[in-house]
Structure formats: C-alpha cells, structure tokens
C-alpha cells in the first residue's frame, strides 16, 4: 500500500475496510461454533445436570413432569371433547411433547446471550457455541420426552407405516428452526431486554390457538362451509404446520405436502433473518449483554 507525501509530512495509508459487518463472517461464526462441539456439548449436558442436582430422579424429572401433563389432559381434554382415547391420547402427548421442544427454544433462546454474560466476555469463542448450547440442551430434554411417546404406543398402537420415517426430516427442520429462531431472538432480546417478556406471554398465548390440546376432527361434526372456514383460521397459524409434519407421521396419517412446504419457507425465512442479525449485530452482542 502507497504512502503519499505532502507538504504536511508523511500521510498515512487509508484503513483497509472491516470485514466485521460480512454475511461471511456470520457464516464463519456458524462454522466455528459448531466446530467447538466438545465445548457446546458439554456445557448443555452440564445444564440438564444441573437442573435436577441433588434430587432423586434427576433428569428422569423432565420425562415424569410431561409424562403426568400428557396423561392428565389427554383423559381431561379427551372426556370433555368426546374424543376416542385410543387416538387423542397419543395426539396429545405428541403435541406436547413436540411443542415444548418449540417453546422452550423460543423463550430459551431468547436470553441465551444475556444468561450467559461471562461466558461471553471471559471467553474467546464465536457466539454460535451458546446458540448450539441452547439447542443440545433442548434435544437432551426432548429424548427424555419421547420415551413417553413410546410407552403410549405399547398400550395404544398406532397404524403405522414407512410415513413414520418422515419423522427425521421433520425433527432436522425443527433443529434448524431452533437455531435461527435463537439467534434472532436472542440478539434481539439482549438488546431490547423486554422482547423476552414478550415473547413468553406470546408464546403461552399460541399455545391454545394450536391444536395441541383440542382436535381439527372436532371440526366434522359441522357443515362443510364452517368446517372449511374454521380449517382456514387454524392453517393461518406456523406452529399448527410444524406440529403436522411432525405428529403426523408418528400417528400413521398421511402428511399433506403443502405443510411441508410452508415449514420449508418458514425456515428459509428465518435463516435469511438470522444472517443478516449476524452480519449487523454479531460482534455487537458482548456489549450489550
């Protein structure tokens, strides 16, 4: 690089420009985080030790406490709805099961960065590594809660076929919406700390807006034209999409692709807000925190 002179002296060279504020250097961050594995790894199973130190069962708590919540409203919600055992039970349990997985990525996600201050400021790592930590803790407490899923089948078998298969795709686009969904919302929330009160009280919200606890095929029993109406203000809901494509298959239905496509285009959308969250903010997230 030139060095101009001038009557003044000696005029330095300009600054070459910073790459901090990159899409490449979002994705680097992405692809450092994931290579610390051994460190997210730890950190999250350290997490689900933690939680349940001292206490008798330990992790097998998370299994127990949705376990009971499963059972008690797929008897009450099922008795209350006329709906048949045989299948709401297990309906229920899923939608639980799977939804805890999606909120509990949401409201975690959302202060992974401020609960993790010192880390943050003491160690040299992309902030990707407590984003991956989030997701590992949220994967641990969902194999807990499959196990449940299994123990209702024993008892209440379902007709199921090669579909459930599809079962892995389905959990692959949940782990990726969990990581975009973190990075957005925990940037975010560590900036605008009351995004994280938000999110809790939408989140609780969206909860009975889906059909976790209650049934579309409580819709048959109208005529077609409500029953069509009533389908079209429940499909205007993400979360109702995301239970399909994964409840579905684990109770023998046959999936519509339309469901896949919108949970596509919904992770597509998300991952395009993530990188540019982490092409602006990325290297903004130890100051605010």
Not at 62 to 85: K, P, S
Not at 255 to 279: D, E, P, Q, S
Request: charged share 10%; glycine share 6%; hydrophobic share 55%.
């Amino acid at each position: 690089m030139s060095v101009v002179n001038s009557a003044e002296g000696v005029v330095p060279p300009a600054p070459a420009a910073s790459d901090s504020r990159t899409f490449a250097r979002g994705a680097k961050d992405l692809l450092d985080g994931f290579r610390h594995s051994e460190l997210w790894l730890h950190l999250g199973w350290t997490d689900i030790k933690q939680r349940y130190k001292r206490s008798v069962l330990g992790p097998l708590w998370i299994t127990v406490a949705t376990a009971i919540t499963a059972v008690a409203m797929g008897l009450l919600y099922g008795t209350l709805f006329g709906q048949d055992l045989h299948f709401f039970l297990p309906y229920v349990a899923l939608g639980l099961i799977f939804w805890n997985f999606i909120a509990d990525s949401i409201k975690e996600g959302s202060v992974v960065f401020s609960t993790n201050e010192g880390l943050i400021k003491q160690l040299p790592a992309p902030i990707s590594v407590h984003v991956y930590r989030v997701v590992w803790r949220q994967l641990i407490i969902f194999a807990h809660n499959i196990v449940i899923y299994l123990v209702i089948l024993a008892v209440f078998p379902q007709p199921l076929n090669w579909t459930a298969l599809l079962f892995f795709p389905a959990m692959a686009l949940f782990i990726l919406n969990a990581i975009w969904v973190s990075i957005v919302f925990g940037v975010l929330a560590t900036r605008f700390r009351d995004i994280g009160q938000l999110l809790t009280t939408v989140v609780q919200l969206v909860f009975f807006m889906t059909p976790i606890i209650w049934s579309t095929r409580s819709f048959t029993n109208t005529n077609g034209g409500e029953m069509s109406s009533r389908m079209r203000l429940v499909e205007l809901n993400p979360m109702y999409h995301y239970l399909e494509i994964s409840r579905g298959p684990l109770l023998g239905e046959s999936v519509a692709a339309y469901h896949w496509w919108i949970v596509i285009a919904c992770t597509a959308l998300g991952w395009a807000a993530a990188m540019v969250v982490l092409r602006n903010f990325r290297a903004r997230v130890a100051y605010w925190v």
